[in-house]
């Protein structure tokens, strides 16, 4: 089981929209896939169209004493190979929670160890704030995945992630691998391309050397939701999404190579 956190301390960059593109696109390619959402805002839990009220179960179960099990917590999408898990508002206490609940950091990691071999594949879809949630998700990561806007402004959160990441490696004392992908790219402005290529030559080779266009498909969360099996990839944002898959399994595949061969 490979688990992804998909994160940015930045709002706005599409973490959502990316953790559904390449959930879907792994499912495509044959793996059991998990996404698994930890926003309050729950954006991901309302694209599967599960309402707010009454509060459904979800990841605030697995913060529990005893804490539910992963795999009981997972919807069916309708998407052959994909589940999810629902985010709920009250995600938002856990901070308090976590100052006379101790072991609260280590909850997701938990949960994954007592999954067994349910899933390929699980995606955290991370809130846009360095706290408990994403640090647990960045503890229990094997890759991070970092969504982020082709502007100037969107570079000072990438570098703020780049050092989380950083840290979280250097606590667990395993590597965190980092993938940079460029999001909401329009080629046609001179601000979208100077931005693309400063965020390449500050990050090298983590960085994915296309980016995802701007696309008004890609608000329209029925393009990833659908349970329509042809229309893999419609639009320009989604074929980049699918190039991107390919682009992270493959430094994946290097990544473990290179583990095997030390």
């Known amino acids: 089981m490979r688990v992804w956190a998909i994160a940015n301390q930045k709002g706005g960059v599409g973490k959502t929209t990316t953790t559904l593109a390449l959930g879907r696109g792994l499912a495509m390619r044959g793996a059991r896939v998990l996404l698994v959402d930890l926003d309050p805002h729950a954006s991901l839990t309302r694209a599967f169209g599960v309402p707010p009220e009454p509060a459904p179960a979800g990841v605030l179960e697995l913060f529990n004493e005893p804490p539910a099990e992963l795999a009981s917590l997972a919807r069916d999408t309708g998407i052959p190979g994909l589940q999810h898990v629902a985010a709920q508002?009250?995600?938002?206490?856990?901070?308090?929670?976590?100052?006379?609940?101790?072991?609260?950091?280590l909850a997701l990691s938990n949960a994954l160890a007592r999954c067994g071999d349910g899933y390929d594949y699980v995606l955290f879809d991370c809130p846009p704030t360095l706290g408990l949630l994403m640090v647990n998700a960045l503890a229990a990561a094997d890759h991070l995945i970092i969504p982020t806007q082709t502007e100037p402004l969107a570079l000072h959160g990438?570098?703020?992630?780049?050092?989380?990441?950083?840290?979280?490696?250097r606590s667990r004392r395993r590597p965190l691998p980092v993938s940079v992908l460029p999001t909401m790219y329009d080629r046609r402005t001179r601000t979208g391309a100077e931005t693309l290529r400063e965020m390449q030559r500050q990050h090298g080779p983590r960085v994915w050397d296309d980016a995802i266009p701007t696309d008004t498909r890609l608000c329209n969360v029925a393009a990833l939701t659908s349970t329509a099996p042809a229309e893999q990839y419609p639009g320009r944002g989604l074929s980049a999404y699918r190039r991107a898959l390919e682009w992270i399994l493959a430094t994946e595949a290097a990544v473990l190579a290179r583990t095997e061969a030390a």
């Open 89 to 105: 508002t009250a995600l938002a206490t856990l901070e308090r929670r976590s100052a006379t609940q101790p072991g609260l950091g």
């Open 158 to 169: 990438l570098e703020g992630m780049c050092r989380t990441a950083d840290m979280i490696e």
